[in-house]
């Protein structure tokens, strides 16, 4: 680190781990996960296939990086916030942020390829597994917030738990709608509802 910025290795090592999991994910959505070798992802990347063990351990974990680097992501944009700002804004802008990349309009047949690949024993179990670093980075961020202990009270737990459920909702709405819909206005949608406390729509 040099003044609190990554450096050059640290930078290159974060760009090959994304090529490799960037590479994975969409062989894996082409090809189907089983069909797809790590010498094909390392290839894809331009690395070689003892880089990609390095980095990785399973394809699967190739592949959820790019979705728990975002999660990671937004906790440290959500310590960048003004501090003024309400939480649950500056939670929705942090955590809507980095799926810029998902903001043009998706193309179906990707969007279906996804929703398949999702099914894949592996890659729940990977999602899950790494679901509690990602929830309490996200906690600790909502602590540091407001003031709370991340260890000690529900309240950052209760957020960051009810903000993953929201990211995998909006995620899976997205994944399913016909005609396809862009994600982030889909996960600014279901935080807004998850901040108002989820009215009942039946009393309006």
Do not use: C
Not at 68 to 80: F, H, K, P, S, V
Not at 126 to 146: D, I, K, N, S, W
Request: aromatic content about 4%; cysteine-free; proline content about 7%.
């Amino acid at each position: 680190m040099t003044n609190g910025q990554p450096g050059l290795r640290e930078r290159k090592k974060a760009a090959t781990r994304e090529a490799l999991s960037w590479a994975a994910l969409r062989l894996a959505a082409e090809r189907g996960l089983e069909n797809v070798r790590v010498e094909d992802i390392a290839a894809a990347a331009g690395v070689s296939p003892r880089t990609y063990n390095n980095y990785f351990s399973s394809k699967a974990e190739a592949i959820v990086h790019r979705h728990r680097g975002r999660i990671l992501q937004a906790a440290e944009a959500l310590r960048a916030r003004p501090a003024e700002e309400p939480l649950w804004e500056a939670l929705t802008q942090a955590l809507v942020a980095p799926f810029d990349d998902a903001a043009k309009e998706p193309d179906p047949r990707w969007t279906a390829a996804i929703r398949r690949l999702l099914r894949e024993p592996s890659l729940q179990a990977e999602l899950v597994r790494g679901g509690a670093q990602t929830r309490a980075e996200l906690a600790a961020a909502v602590a540091e917030r407001t003031g709370t202990d991340a260890d000690r009270d529900l309240y950052p737990k209760l957020v960051a738990s009810a903000t993953l459920s929201a990211l995998q909702v909006a995620n899976e709405h997205y994944l399913a709608a016909d005609p396809v819909v862009p994600f982030q206005p889909v996960l600014a949608e279901a935080l807004r509802q998850l901040a108002a406390g989820l009215p009942d729509p039946s009393s309006h």
